[in-house]
């Protein structure tokens, strides 16, 4: 199965941009990458996803490398209420999703 | 705004006895999906499923769980004879899209505790 590879922690400023990298090397063709995040005693919720192309929304951007062996999820401007687990995950065509050990962002005031 | 529900919120049983989690998808869509999460450790996929049908399935869905959708609202997810590993957080989730490009919209989740 294809694995992700998350820093355990990371820790940003109210207001500043915060990149949170995420290696998945063992990807494959057509593997999607999603984001989810998961704030204490709750379900994850969907933040992005995408497959070849940088990508953006209202939450978040999404850069992939070219050869998509790594992606880093952007958060433009933190805010205390995006203090969460951030999961990268691989997403196959069957729908088997393949979870990262997740970061844990602290975002400090 | 529609959510995906799941009860209960809490289950507790005994090793050996047989549990049923419930989950209410939301209306209109097509997929759904069961994870578990132990204390501590990351959310872990366990099935997919579509037009009443396992999509597709992890290694830790083995033969004693299994996932019915008995009527047009209800998705559940059996564990015929639970074991103390069984303990955890599972978690309903569904989808309108298709699979691989979907978001999924997760639910509240059922804590399982196996005594």
């Known amino acids: 199965d294809a694995k992700t590879t998350q820093p355990n922690s990371m820790e940003s400023n109210e207001e500043e941009p915060v990149h949170l990298p995420c290696n998945h090397s063992t990807i494959s063709g057509t593997d999607y990458i999603h984001w989810y995040r998961q704030l204490p005693s709750q379900g994850p919720e969907y933040v992005i996803h995408g497959l070849t192309s940088n990508v953006n929304n209202r939450m978040a951007s999404l850069a992939i490398a070219e050869d998509r062996k790594s992606s880093t999820l952007i958060l433009h401007r933190a805010t205390l209420r995006d203090a969460a687990v951030y999961y990268c995950i691989l997403r196959t065509l069957a729908g088997k999703s393949t979870f990262g050990d997740g970061t844990t962002l602290t975002v400090k005031p | 705004e529609p959510e995906v529900t799941q009860t209960p919120s809490h289950q507790v049983t005994q090793m050996g006895q047989e549990v049923i989690l419930r989950c209410v998808p939301i209306?209109?869509?097509?997929?759904f999906y069961w994870y578990r999460q132990i204390l501590g450790q990351k959310v872990e996929f366990l099935v997919s499923?579509?037009?009443?049908?396992?999509?597709?399935k992890s290694e830790i869905f083995d033969d004693q769980f299994s996932v019915e959708r008995p009527d047009g609202s209800n998705f559940t997810l059996k564990i015929r004879s639970t074991k103390l590993e069984d303990s955890a957080m599972y978690f309903c989730a569904s989808s309108l899209d298709r699979i691989g490009t979907d978001t999924q919209y997760f639910g509240p989740g059922t804590r399982l505790t196996v005594l």
């Open positions: 209306s209109n869509h097509l997929y």
């Open positions: 499923f579509y037009n009443n049908e396992i999509s597709e």
